[in-house]
């Protein structure tokens, strides 16, 4: 037993040795991750900080109140929020002119004859003006707009069922503002102390990418006994007077321990730099150690049923990137569709699932996904040790 663990140390030592100065693990460990991560934040915004709420001109050339009151009645509560911010406009000129320079990403414009026409109950326009590049943002007024003309016919059909013949003024008025105030039959509202199982954008992405490139890591060590074999050094270590397992588990405890280095690496420069939530602690090691073991056996096993390094090497960069793919590291899984359910075959699914009830406190989901993780991790070394063990020993 002592010959066997002091033969894996050895072998474990020796490739570490030779990752650190070929520049392998620092390349797909670090700087692959690292800078992936950096470039989603910087493109898709991350955090979990609040975005800077976008700027809306307001041009208001109404003569009447009800141009003023979509202003201080619709739009003042969502700037309130955080939602919106306002820019009051001369012109719809100069409104046009403020979304060009960037000073807003859209415009309300509200015509002169707003008041008259509501009314009156005759046709009128509230145009809403967007960028091209900020279509979000116009989608977002096309909305309020939408929102505000709804509410506004459903008042006009309150009072209209109201009254068998036409209604004086006052009766008409006395009863819009009797429907205004009334509560709405549904109301959407979002219960505090419930955490939205999701991950932000820096999370996701930090995750991901740290747990997409784990699996180029691992292919450093088990790809290494292929390498050892041309170079007869594979030889060498079959004649020295250690089991041959020990030359197998020498080359996946090295993997796993690159897996491991890399990962906690990550997972504590994404939380400082970017603001990544891996989590509880605790939760966290359990998931990462289960989650590196997986990928340490996907990895090993696919290796194993080559005969060259180079061959091992393609199969197992061609097995990351679909998984990749399909497990969400690379897009999100909505984005997927109808190949969406392929994404449970992965182990990056059952990570990123993982994490989110880290995040979330679901105990559930993260004891699942660790299971499941482990089951791969087990059964991919499994067949690790039986295709490796035959090389070895032949």
Not at 120 to 129: A, D, P
Not at 168 to 179: P, R
Not at 283 to 298: E, K, P, Q, S
Request: net charge negative; hydrophobic share 50%; charged share 20%.
């Amino acid at each position: 037993m002592t010959t066997t663990l002091s033969a894996v140390w050895t072998i474990v030592v020796k490739d570490m040795r030779r990752y650190v100065r070929n520049g392998g693990l620092l390349t797909f460990g670090l700087l692959l991750p690292l800078c992936t991560t950096l470039f989603f934040n910087l493109v898709l915004g991350g955090g979990s900080a609040e975005r800077e709420a976008a700027v809306y001109a307001v041009v208001d050339a109404d003569d009447g109140d009800m141009g003023s009151g979509f202003v201080d009645d619709v739009l003042a509560p969502l700037e309130e929020e955080g939602v919106l911010r306002i820019a009051e406009a001369g012109s719809e000129d100069e409104a046009r002119a403020m979304i060009e320079d960037r000073d807003a990403r859209a415009a309300f414009l509200i015509p002169s004859d707003f008041t008259e026409a509501l009314e009156s109950g005759q046709e009128t326009v509230l145009t809403i003006v967007g960028d091209a590049n900020s279509a979000m943002e116009t989608h977002i007024a096309r909305e309020i707009a939408n929102a505000y003309s709804t509410e506004h016919m459903r008042l006009r059909l309150a009072v209209a069922a109201s009254f068998e013949g036409e209604p004086s003024q006052e009766e008409a008025q006395t009863l819009m503002e009797e429907a205004a105030a009334a509560p709405p039959p549904l109301r959407v509202a979002e219960e505090d102390g419930v955490r939205d199982r999701e991950l932000d954008t820096s999370s996701y992405y930090s995750a991901s990418m740290a747990y997409f490139f784990v699996f180029f890591a691992a292919m450093l060590s088990v790809t290494s006994i292929f390498e050892e074999r041309s170079r007869g050094t594979l030889a060498r270590l079959q004649a020295a007077p250690v089991p041959r397992s020990a030359i197998i588990l020498g080359k996946l405890a090295g993997g796993l321990i690159v897996g491991l280095t890399s990962m906690g690496v990550l997972a504590l420069a994404t939380s400082t730099v970017f603001g990544a939530d891996w989590g509880h602690p605790v939760g966290a090691t359990v998931l990462v150690v289960t989650g590196v073991i997986a990928a340490i056996g996907l990895t090993a096993a696919v290796a194993g049923f080559a005969r060259t390094g180079d061959q091992a090497a393609n199969r197992v960069s061609v097995l990351a990137m679909l998984m990749g793919v399909l497990g969400g590291a690379l897009v999100p899984i909505t984005q997927l569709n109808a190949f969406a359910f392929l994404s449970h075959l992965t182990p990056h699914r059952w990570f990123l699932e993982g994490l989110v009830g880290l995040t979330s406190d679901d105990l559930g989901t993260v004891v699942l996904a660790c299971g499941v993780l482990l089951a791969i991790g087990v059964t991919g070394l499994s067949i690790a040790m039986f295709r490796m063990g035959r090389m070895v020993n032949s």
